[in-house]
């Protein structure tokens, strides 16, 4: 891998380095609009971040500043208009690193035709979990997040609630067990109990030393789970913020 791809810091061999689990640097997304794509939408500005690993970091950003994009540039699955990143020191679409990576989607999609338990069962095929050991993983992700083995077995997830489905993406996103988890609104569509859960499944990952990178609109949900995060702007990341007082003083300033 030549050093272009990685991240400085990690290229210069410090210790400090090493720990960087996601790194940005001056990443930008234009999107081309318009019947004649002559129409630019400017999702991401200049965005630059550096998450230490076993961090727990939340982006918090009203709708539409860029976190989404954020994530799918840093997961691979949209090209950045310019920029670098790397994910646990390699350059992303790695496919190593991506066997390390676990992702819940904004708005997961899943086969609509079948049951949470086939879907789970093909995820940890493609995570090559040995077959003997499918079973007994799925079981305890079901139990972590909360969702029947009967409805997991029984029903198809066209017949999921919004939280069902939450759920299931949950339980996909961490079947590899990750090192780095990438969760897009992971309370979105979930009851009183579900975000409970949801945020005591968080938690345990941070006490297991996981970085989690997740988005979210919602102060409360940021500042009981995450240890540093960031008031995102439209397009534009803020510098880092890992205090309430930054907050505060962010607010007071606009
Ligand atoms: N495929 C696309 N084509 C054109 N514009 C897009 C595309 N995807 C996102 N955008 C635009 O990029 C901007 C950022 O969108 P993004 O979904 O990243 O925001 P977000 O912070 O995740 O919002 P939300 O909180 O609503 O989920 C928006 O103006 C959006 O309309
Ligand atoms: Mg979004």
Redesign the pocket.
């Given at each position: 891998m030549s050093d272009s791809h990685v991240n400085p810091a990690i290229a210069s061999g410090s210790t400090e380095s090493t720990s960087i689990a996601v790194w940005a640097d001056r990443l930008n997304?234009t999107?081309?609009?318009g019947f004649w794509l002559n129409r630019k939408?400017?999702?991401?500005k200049d965005c630059s971040i550096a998450v230490p690993a076993g961090e727990t970091f939340g982006?918090l950003?009203?709708?539409?500043?860029?976190?989404?994009?954020?994530?799918?540039i840093l997961l691979g699955l949209?090209q950045p208009t310019s920029g670098r990143a790397t994910i646990l020191g390699r350059s992303i679409g790695d496919q190593g690193v991506r066997q390390q990576v676990g992702y819940l989607p904004?708005n997961p999609y899943f086969y609509d035709y079948l049951t949470g338990w086939e879907f789970l069962g093909l995820m940890a095929q493609l995570f090559e979990i040995p077959r003997s050991q499918r079973s007994q993983r799925i079981l305890q992700l079901l139990e972590w997040v909360g969702l029947s083995v009967k409805s997991a077995k029984g029903k198809q997830m066209r017949q999921y609630s919004k939280g069902m489905l939450q759920r299931v993406g949950m339980a996909q996103a961490l079947i590899g067990n990750p090192e780095v988890i990438f969760l897009?609104?992971p309370m979105s569509g979930l009851d009183p109990l579900g975000r409970y859960q949801m945020r005591e499944i968080i938690l345990a990952l941070k006490a297991q030393g996981k970085t989690i990178f997740f988005?979210s609109?919602i102060l409360n949900d940021v500042e009981a789970i995450a240890i540093a995060w960031r008031f995102?702007h439209?397009?534009s990341c803020c510098v880092p913020e890992r205090s309430m007082s930054c907050w505060e003083d962010r607010r007071a300033t606009g």
């Open positions: 997304k999107y081309r609009t939408v400017e999702s991401l982006l950003g009203p709708n539409g500043a860029g976190k989404t994009t954020l994530l799918k949209v904004e897009d609104e988005n609109h995102w439209r397009a």
